[in-house]
């Protein structure tokens, strides 16, 4: 659409806001900068709230495909999952520590993790025993910056799409986790550089990153073709982002603690 339409926008109270994964097309579970995670419906009712065992801020939120919400706590070095309302650690990692999560169409956890600021990896796990890690090019090469936040998410065809916001570009691995291709950003009237944050894919495997420099969303094809933006429909600071079932995008504003239901294509 040339100018994508908001639908719903619902105020969190988190100040800064960065987490929302749907839990279906009616409720979202979201999280930012304490150590509540809150699920609200779309009309900005709050449905239910849930602390964190440890009383950290969750770094991240996904939703399995059971419907129950799991956290990554990157201080401890956990991934915890919220079952009704008691919390299970079910991996627990020494050294390295958990970013961020998405569950793929087979069912496997992938965890984007750091160790120190000095390596970043993604981790499969099936069944929380891990399965495949992916760390390197085929020349021996980190794929991934060694710092700075990264966003996760299987795409359609079973890429695994990563925004590298260390590096300010998207990686975009294959299942096998070798180099598919990396998006460094489109032109912007701007003097600032590409800062790509959320993350998500949608029906037509199309990729969609949050921009909060720019205000604004790159659209790409699997291929890591550039598309369009999605802007002019108000969005600030866009960092979190998912879809519902039927490819609505759900917007967590960094600065404003707004999520945003946005239709962007017809």
Not at 18 to 28: F, K, M, Q, R
Not at 187 to 193: A, C, G, I, T, V
Not at 206 to 223: G, K, M, P, S, V
Request: aromatic share 10%; with cysteine.
């Amino acid at each position: 659409m040339t100018v994508p339409l908001v639908i719903t926008c619902i105020y969190t109270g988190y100040d800064p806001f960065y987490g929302v994964a749907c839990l279906n097309d009616s409720e979202v579970w979201t999280c930012g900068w304490d150590n509540q995670m809150k699920l609200y419906n779309l009309q900005g009712e709050l449905l239910k709230s849930i602390q964190t065992q440890s009383g950290h801020k969750p770094r991240h939120i996904a939703v399995t495909r059971s419907g129950e919400l799991v956290y990554t706590d990157h201080k401890n070095g956990t991934v915890n999952i919220v079952k009704n309302t008691q919390i299970e650690t079910v991996i627990e990692l020494q050294e390295w520590k958990p970013l961020n999560v998405c569950f793929t169409s087979s069912g496997d956890l992938l965890v984007v993790m750091d160790v120190d600021d000095k390596q970043s990896k993604i981790v499969r796990y099936s069944g929380f025993t891990e399965k495949q890690s992916i760390q390197y090019n085929e020349k021996g090469q980190p794929l991934f910056s060694p710092g700075g936040d990264k966003y996760i998410s299987e795409n359609r065809n079973l890429d695994i799409c990563v925004s590298d916001c260390g590096a300010d570009k998207v990686v975009v691995v294959n299942q096998a986790g070798s180099l598919r291709f990396t998006y460094t950003g489109h032109p912007l009237p701007s003097d600032r550089s590409f800062n790509p944050c959320g993350i998500t894919t949608d029906s037509l495997s199309r990729i969609l990153t949050a921009d909060d420099e720019h205000h604004c969303i790159h659209i790409l094809d699997q291929d890591g073709e550039f598309l369009r933006f999605i802007h002019n429909c108000g969005l600030e600071e866009p960092w979190g982002l998912c879809l519902d079932t039927r490819d609505n995008l759900f917007v967590a504003e960094w600065g404003t603690g707004k999520v945003k239901k946005i239709q962007y294509y017809n």
